[in-house]
C-alpha cells in the first residue's frame, strides 16, 4: 500500500520550512562567527533542508509540528555546521539557544499564517471564477455527404482498368 502523495499547500508548506531552515541556519552562523560556511557543509545543510521540507510536507498538525520539524532541523542544521570546523566559541551559548528558539517559533508562526493565508486566497478565487464546468469529450466524426465519394474512394475507381476483353459473339 502506497501513501497519497501530498497536496500542493502541504508542498509549499514543506518547501517553505526546508528554505527557512537552511536561511536560519546559515545566517546564525555567519552572524557568530563573521564568516559563512562553504563547501561541503553547506552541500550537507542543503542535503538536509530538503529532507526537512518533505517531512513537513507530509506532517500534519499545526504550528506546534511545524515548530517541532523546524526546531529538529536547527539542531542537525547545527551540528552539521560545527562538524566543520566552524567555530562556535565566540558566542554564548545561551544567546544562540534563545536565537534559535525565537527564528523557530517566529517561522513557524510565519509558515502556519501563509498557508492559511493561501488557503483562503484559494477559496475566494475559486468563489469569484464559480464552479467548473465539465468538459465534454471530444469525437471525431467522419461526415459524409450523399453526392461527394470519399477522395479515397475516387482515386481507387481512377485506377482500376473497366477495358475488358472482347466479348465473343
Known sequence: MTAAPPRRPALLRGVA???LTAALALAAHGTAAGVFPGGAAVGALLVLAGAVAAVA???R???VTL?????AGQAV???LLGIDGHSHLQVNPAAMLVAHVIAVGAGALLVGAGERLCAALSRTV???TGPRS???PFTAAAHRSAGQPLQSALLVRASISHRGPPVAA
Request: aromatic content about 0%; cysteine-free; overall charge positive.
Open 126 to 128: 475559486a468563489a469569484i
Open 17 to 19: 520550512v526546508g528554505a
Open 134 to 136: 465539465p468538459r465534454v
Open 57 to 59: 510536507a507530509v506532517a
Open 61 to 63: 498538525g499545526g504550528v
Open 67 to 71: 515548530a517541532a520539524v523546524l526546531a
Open 77 to 79: 542544521g547545527h551540528q
